[in-house]
């Protein structure tokens, strides 16, 4: 009798089969793929892992066109090219199966985990998942491993599987048929073949970002004027700003510093105040993506990988929440005590402790999944973290310990100055008390301008007074944790998406720039196009109303079949409306394509074929980079159009390879010069292999491997 314990990574199934062992669990592999055995309460179990997704949808027939709804979960490695090692993962847990009478999913919990968890049972295991139970953790420490094993959930939790199964459900029939459309337009309008998508949330963003970018370019900047005053005190200079900020009429600009200046100047009054700053709430997934990316300049999608490897080195707490609430249960004294081991944190850690009573202040957004995320006080080894895992780790650490520390007091001084009847302000502020600066301070900078003691009536000593021309600054351009936060407050895509929603948009050749986002002509062009014939794909309001839909199924209020379906129905409307205007479209898009991509040219019947095969897969991974270990992948020049292979690390790493522009590429899992991936390409019956090092005696002999 044997508990299968489904994990969704390897690293995460060796941490709960080390957790739950009694003794230590045997490591073994299947189709080379690791899985352990270990007893526990008199169990036999085993763990085994998925790594990610295994199943993934894809049409029931290969049809070109749209609209097409009949689609079906398939194994990644049978859609996808480039994931043929899930079929090791796959075969492994069927026959592991058929040893177990009990299973137990335990990916991560969240929609996607529970998609994970859901489909492997249904279609690798042959299991129904209602028969299965579930550990709930949001840390991988064995604390938390131990205790989500004995209280287990008696089945998986199908609100989370109903509303990711509806997600990719809803993401697939729009992304396909709406990127279908418009690839057709551009065929119909000028008999060329180029590849163009939307998607479900894709569309709606890429639309606020061209929003931006017409504020931008609309915008007729406002001369006003400042006027500032220039004085000393006690040796030391410094500037007070008359108490209208802007000055539209410059001849009432000049008419104030002219009357101004007769003064005499005198102190009028003196304000001081004090001011309480309390610490920052804990930390979600938005708000360390946004600080990480103003800390670090981080993308918020870097943010997540690296708050996700964190995570299953049992660090930190789960990233994908949106909660800023910590658990009540957590053992706060426990997980300052163990950080205290740091010499970095010792000695906040120790004043925190002091004060006997642990109370963190917490944000009014909450998730019922996940609490936000915190450190579990496991300590990284000596050479355990990269630079950036550090960064992040530090980040979540100091916010951790500031949620418990004393409210920051600042002083606030305003000094009003009249001369001749016009009153200048002259302001200071100093921090008097620390509290949550001390560990949190090097994220947070406050001003410190310190002002010398006035007194009220005393006489200043003014050396100037002057006007300045300035011009009112168009809206600035969003950054990329801008426009996740954007996404947040419209209710567009959820906190696991948005930064790869954001990364596709890149990826398309919509938008550019790293730190300020500007829509290429080419994303300018696709959003008109769409919003003057079809707005409903691009609308925030309908996208908006499906999440919310989503959140329904979530809670069990609303069906997935039902919510599919009237996603189905306006989805073909809006397909309906596209087709009648299908070609008016192509042409408003197809002279904007020819500009930004440089050549479009007639390709056969075969080429057609062999592209729209292309389109319809995700990037297609070759093998791995020899500079960084990432993934290398088949891309396309945005302007050429043409096939190269890039690593999945740019630009932190810039290995790039040729490849031939035509036949169709297959990964052989082999490597030749340097490291560089040797390939098959099958190209008119034929089939032969290269490396892809230009430099390679091969290649240039034009052998075969």
Not at 368 to 396: C, F, M, Q, W
Request: charge should be positive.
């Amino acid at each position: 009798m044997v508990t299968l314990i489904i994990a969704e990574k390897p690293t995460v199934a060796r941490k709960i089969a080390y957790a739950l062992a009694e003794g230590k669990p045997v490591r073994k592999t299947m189709n080379s793929v690791p899985y352990y055995e270990l007893s526990r309460d008199g169990k036999r179990i085993i763990v085994a892992p998925a790594v990610g997704h295994l199943f993934t949808l894809a049409p029931k027939t290969k049809v070109y066109g749209y609209p097409i709804f009949d689609i079906e979960w398939v194994p990644v490695y049978a859609a996808e090219k480039g994931k043929s090692y899930a079929k090791n993962y796959v075969k492994t847990l069927r026959e592991l199966a058929k040893r177990a009478h009990e299973f137990i999913v335990a990916c991560d919990y969240d929609t996607e985990g529970e998609v994970i968890g859901y489909t492997a049972l249904k279609y690798a295991c042959g299991v129904d998942p209602s028969k299965a139970k579930r550990m709930k953790f949001s840390a991988l420490t064995r604390k938390d491993l131990l205790r989500a094993w004995y209280n287990l959930e008696p089945t998986i939790n199908f609100g989370m599987a109903d509303a990711g199964i509806t997600r990719h459900v809803l993401d697939w029939y729009w992304g396909v048929n709406l990127s279908r459309a418009l690839t057709q337009s551009i065929k119909r309008a000028s008999g060329k073949w180029m590849v163009l998508s939307t998607g479900r949330v894709q569309g709606p963003t890429l639309r606020f970002l061209v929003e931006r970018e017409k504020e931008i370019a609309s915008f007729k900047p406002t001369p006003y004027w400042v006027i500032k005053m220039l004085l000393e005190k006690d040796g030391g200079q410094y500037t007070a700003i008359y108490e209208k900020e802007r000055i539209l009429d410059e001849n009432e600009a000049k008419k104030i510093v002219e009357e101004a200046r007769k003064g005499p100047a005198f102190v009028e009054k003196i304000e001081v105040r004090q001011q309480k700053r309390k610490p920052p709430y804990p930390f979600d997934l938005g708000t360390l993506q946004r600080e990480a990316y103003s800390a670090f300049g981080y993308s918020p999608k870097k943010t997540l990988e690296i708050a996700q490897k964190l995570y299953e080195k049992g660090l930190q707490s789960y990233p994908r929440t949106s909660s800023q609430k910590l658990p009540k249960n957590l053992n706060f004294k426990t997980i300052i005590q163990n950080l205290a081991k740091l010499p970095e944190y010792k000695p906040h850690a120790h004043d925190l402790l002091g004060k006997g009573y642990l109370k963190p202040v917490e944000g009014p957004k909450d998730d019922p999944a996940h609490p936000a995320i915190y450190p579990t006080g496991e300590i990284p080894k000596s050479g355990d973290l990269t630079k950036d895992e550090r960064n992040i780790y530090d980040l979540v650490v100091r916010r951790f310990l500031a949620a418990f520390a004393d409210p920051a007091i600042r002083e606030i001084m305003k000094v009003i100055i009249n001369s001749n009847s016009h009153h200048f302000i002259l302001s200071g502020a100093r921090t008097l008390k620390e509290g949550w600066l001390k560990i949190y301070g090097k994220y947070v900078k406050f001003d410190e301008v310190i002002l010398p003691p006035f007194r009220d009536g005393e006489g200043i000593k003014v050396l100037q007074i002057k006007r300045e021309k300035k011009k009112t600054k168009p809206p600035a351009r969003y950054s990329p944790a801008a426009v996740i936060k954007k996404m947040e407050d419209l209710g567009i895509g959820t906190k696991a998406t948005r930064a790869q929603i954001l990364e596709t948009l890149y990826q398309r050749g919509y938008i550019e720039g790293k730190r300020k986002i500007k829509v290429t002509p080419l994303g300018m062009k696709v959003v008109e196009a769409l919003e003057k014939n079809v707005p409903d794909i691009v609308s925030v309001e309908l996208t908006k109303a499906f999440e919310e839909k989503m959140e329904e199924i979530m809670k069990r209020k609303l069906s997935k079949e039902r919510v599919i379906e009237e996603s189905k129905t306006q989805l073909l409307k809006i397909l309906k409306e596209f087709r009648e205007k299908e070609e008016t479209i192509g042409r408003e898009l197809v002279g904007n394509l020819i500009e930004s991509r440089k050549e479009v040219k007639d390709l056969s019947e075969e080429e057609e074929r062999e592209i729209k095969k292309e389109a319809d897969r995700k990037l297609l991974v070759v093998g791995k980079c020899p500079k960084c270990g990432g993934d290398l992948v088949v891309r396309y020049n945005r302007r050429s159009g043409k096939r190269f292979v890039g690593c999945s690390n740019w630009p932190k790493c810039n290995v790039t390879y040729p490849l031939l522009q035509r036949g169709q590429i297959i990964p052989t899992n082999k490597t030749c010069c340097g490291g560089a991936p040797v390939v098959k390409i099958r190209e008119k019956g034929q089939e032969y292999e290269i490396c892809l090092d230009m430099n390679c005696k091969e290649w240039k002999k034009g052998k075969k491997h």
